[in-house]
T-cell receptor, first 113, second 116 residues
Framework: SQELEQSPQSLIVQEGKNLTINCTSSKTLYGLYWYKQKYGEGLIFLMMLQKGGEEKSHEKITAKLDEKKQQSSLHITASQPSHAGIYLCGAALSSGSARQLTFGSGTQLTVLP | GAVVSQHPSRVICKSGTSVKIECRSLDFQATTMFWYRQFPKKSLMLMATSNEGSKATYEQGVEKDKFLINHASLTLSTLTVTSAHPEDSSFYIC????????????FGPGTRLLVL
């Protein structure tokens, strides 16, 4: 089984609707990163969470890390076609200085105009 | 800030040849860079961690003699795919960490390799 489970695998929403993507681990998350990727392109950094209970927002995107630091969610309010893409969560599963990231399988988001 | 570039963006080569991919941090120094491989509609798979001035650390199952990594300066890491075969065709992405800012990995735009 994967160390980092991301759900749903794909999501199709109507423009203006809210949506949530989840990222769950059986291990403690020492750092949780959310990225967005357009197919065939690099990853765009969205947000990083480190503390249990932490919540960050940027424009219409909010990311949260639960108190146990094993689950994170990404919430998009009033989605727009520009939000379409692949969302990936990446987690540091050890406290080592290398901070290697393990990635979830990604969520393909389609926003219908 | 925190811009990472990759060159080339795409490359087509013949089987048996070697291909070098460059990863540069343009506006910060990166003591650590990471190389990932991504298959179509799949997540990123970490191949190796590249440390400036020392040997790279490879993940299990990644052949170090096949994928040569050199991190000669604080702004440049290179990945050389030696004696490339069609199964090496993939999307290769690098990332770099800016220690002076935070521990976030900033990613390059990726290199699409096609081996004929």
């Amino acid at each position: 089984s994967q160390e980092l489970e991301q759900s749903p695998q794909s999501l199709i929403v109507q423009e203006g609707k809210n949506l949530t993507i989840n990222c769950t681990s059986s291990k403690t998350l020492y750092g949780l990163y959310w990225y967005k990727q357009k197919y065939g392109e690099g990853l765009i950094f969205l947000m990083m969470l480190q503390k249990g209970g932490e919540e960050k927002s940027h424009e219409k995107i909010t990311a949260k890390l639960d108190e146990k630091k094993q689950q994170s969610s990404l919430h998009i309010t009033a989605s727009q076609p520009s939000h379409a893409g692949i969302y990936l969560c990446g987690a540091a599963l050890s406290s080592g200085s290398a901070r290697q990231l393990t990635f979830g399988s990604g969520t393909q988001l389609t926003v219908l105009p | 800030g925190a811009v990472v570039s990759q060159h080339p963006s795409r490359v087509i080569c013949k089987s048996g040849t070697s291909v070098k991919i460059e990863c540069r941090s343009l506006d910060f120094q990166a003591t650590t860079m990471f190389w990932y491989r991504q298959f179509p509609k799949k997540s990123l798979m970490l191949m190796a961690t590249s440390n400036e001035g020392s040997k790279a650390t490879y993940e299990q199952g990644v052949e170090k003699d096949k994928f040569l990594i050199n991190h000669a300066s604080l702004t440049l890491s290179t990945l050389t795919v030696t004696s490339a075969h069609p199964e090496d065709s993939s999307f290769y992405i690098c990332s770099a960490r800016d220690y002076q800012r935070d521990e976030t990995q900033y990613f390059g735009p990726g290199t699409r390799l096609l081996v004929l």
